[in-house]
Nanobody
Protein backbone atom coordinates (compact mmCIF):
# COMPACT_ATOMS: atom_id res chain seq x y z
CA UNK A 1 0.00 0.00 0.00
CA UNK A 2 1.37 3.39 -0.99
CA UNK A 3 1.76 6.03 1.70
CA UNK A 4 2.95 9.62 1.76
CA UNK A 5 4.51 11.06 4.92
CA UNK A 6 5.09 14.79 5.34
CA UNK A 7 7.61 16.32 7.74
CA UNK A 8 9.61 19.47 8.37
CA UNK A 9 6.99 21.93 9.55
CA UNK A 10 7.36 24.18 12.55
CA UNK A 11 7.19 27.68 13.94
CA UNK A 12 9.22 30.32 12.15
CA UNK A 13 9.37 34.10 12.21
CA UNK A 14 8.30 36.17 9.20
CA UNK A 15 11.11 36.22 6.67
CA UNK A 16 12.41 32.86 7.82
CA UNK A 17 12.77 29.57 5.98
CA UNK A 18 11.63 25.98 6.30
CA UNK A 19 12.15 22.86 4.23
CA UNK A 20 9.33 20.34 4.00
CA UNK A 21 9.81 16.72 2.97
CA UNK A 22 7.35 14.20 1.56
CA UNK A 23 8.50 10.60 1.47
CA UNK A 24 6.61 7.99 -0.53
CA UNK A 25 6.55 4.27 -0.07
CA UNK A 26 6.15 2.06 -3.12
CA UNK A 27 7.61 2.16 -6.61
CA UNK A 28 5.17 4.48 -8.40
CA UNK A 29 6.60 7.76 -7.10
CA UNK A 30 8.81 8.36 -10.13
CA UNK A 31 5.93 8.37 -12.61
CA UNK A 32 3.57 10.61 -10.66
CA UNK A 33 3.13 14.32 -10.98
CA UNK A 34 3.23 15.48 -7.36
CA UNK A 35 2.18 18.61 -5.53
CA UNK A 36 2.29 20.37 -2.21
CA UNK A 37 -1.10 21.52 -1.00
CA UNK A 38 -1.99 23.68 1.99
CA UNK A 39 -5.09 24.25 4.03
CA UNK A 40 -6.14 26.79 6.64
CA UNK A 41 -9.22 26.51 8.87
CA UNK A 42 -12.40 27.25 6.98
CA UNK A 43 -10.73 27.24 3.58
CA UNK A 44 -10.41 24.68 0.86
CA UNK A 45 -7.14 22.86 0.39
CA UNK A 46 -5.17 24.50 -2.44
CA UNK A 47 -2.10 23.46 -4.43
CA UNK A 48 0.89 25.74 -3.95
CA UNK A 49 3.57 23.94 -5.97
CA UNK A 50 3.54 21.10 -8.49
CA UNK A 51 6.36 19.08 -10.00
CA UNK A 52 5.88 16.81 -13.00
CA UNK A 53 7.30 13.31 -13.34
CA UNK A 54 10.24 14.82 -15.27
CA UNK A 55 10.88 17.54 -12.72
CA UNK A 56 9.18 20.58 -14.23
CA UNK A 57 7.94 22.89 -11.44
CA UNK A 58 4.76 24.98 -11.43
CA UNK A 59 3.96 27.49 -8.69
CA UNK A 60 0.93 29.33 -7.44
CA UNK A 61 1.29 33.08 -7.82
CA UNK A 62 1.23 33.52 -4.05
CA UNK A 63 4.48 31.57 -3.58
CA UNK A 64 6.31 32.22 -6.85
CA UNK A 65 9.86 33.40 -6.23
CA UNK A 66 9.80 32.29 -2.60
CA UNK A 67 9.15 28.53 -2.69
CA UNK A 68 11.09 25.88 -4.59
CA UNK A 69 9.80 22.36 -5.22
CA UNK A 70 12.21 19.52 -6.00
CA UNK A 71 12.21 15.75 -5.97
CA UNK A 72 14.81 13.05 -5.37
CA UNK A 73 13.86 9.92 -7.32
CA UNK A 74 16.45 7.75 -5.57
CA UNK A 75 14.97 8.62 -2.18
CA UNK A 76 11.31 8.66 -3.28
CA UNK A 77 11.13 12.08 -1.67
CA UNK A 78 9.78 15.46 -2.66
CA UNK A 79 10.83 18.71 -1.01
CA UNK A 80 9.47 22.21 -0.61
CA UNK A 81 12.02 24.87 0.26
CA UNK A 82 10.12 27.84 1.64
CA UNK A 83 11.94 31.16 1.96
CA UNK A 84 10.79 34.66 2.89
CA UNK A 85 7.87 33.17 4.76
CA UNK A 86 4.86 35.35 5.50
CA UNK A 87 2.14 35.01 8.14
CA UNK A 88 -0.31 34.15 5.35
CA UNK A 89 1.75 31.04 4.60
CA UNK A 90 0.56 29.61 7.91
CA UNK A 91 -1.29 26.37 7.14
CA UNK A 92 -1.14 22.61 7.28
CA UNK A 93 0.88 21.43 4.30
CA UNK A 94 0.16 18.14 2.56
CA UNK A 95 1.63 16.30 -0.38
CA UNK A 96 -0.32 14.27 -2.88
CA UNK A 97 -0.44 13.36 -6.52
CA UNK A 98 -1.95 15.46 -9.31
CA UNK A 99 -4.80 14.84 -9.64
CA UNK A 100 -5.03 14.15 -5.94
CA UNK A 101 -5.87 10.69 -4.65
CA UNK A 102 -8.19 10.48 -1.70
CA UNK A 103 -6.37 7.45 -0.31
CA UNK A 104 -3.03 9.27 -0.17
CA UNK A 105 -3.88 12.19 2.12
CA UNK A 106 -1.66 11.99 5.18
CA UNK A 107 -1.55 13.92 8.43
CA UNK A 108 0.22 16.89 6.91
CA UNK A 109 2.76 19.09 8.63
CA UNK A 110 1.91 22.36 10.37
CA UNK A 111 3.71 25.52 9.31
CA UNK A 112 3.21 28.56 11.51
CA UNK A 113 4.72 31.91 10.57
CA UNK A 114 4.52 34.30 13.48
CA UNK A 115 6.63 36.71 15.45
Amino acid sequence: QVQLVESGGGLVQPGGSLRLSCTASGSMFSIWTMAWYRQTPGKQREPVATITNIGVPIYADSVKGRFTITRDYAKNTMYLQMNSLKPEDTAVYYCNTVPERRDLWGQGTQVTVSS
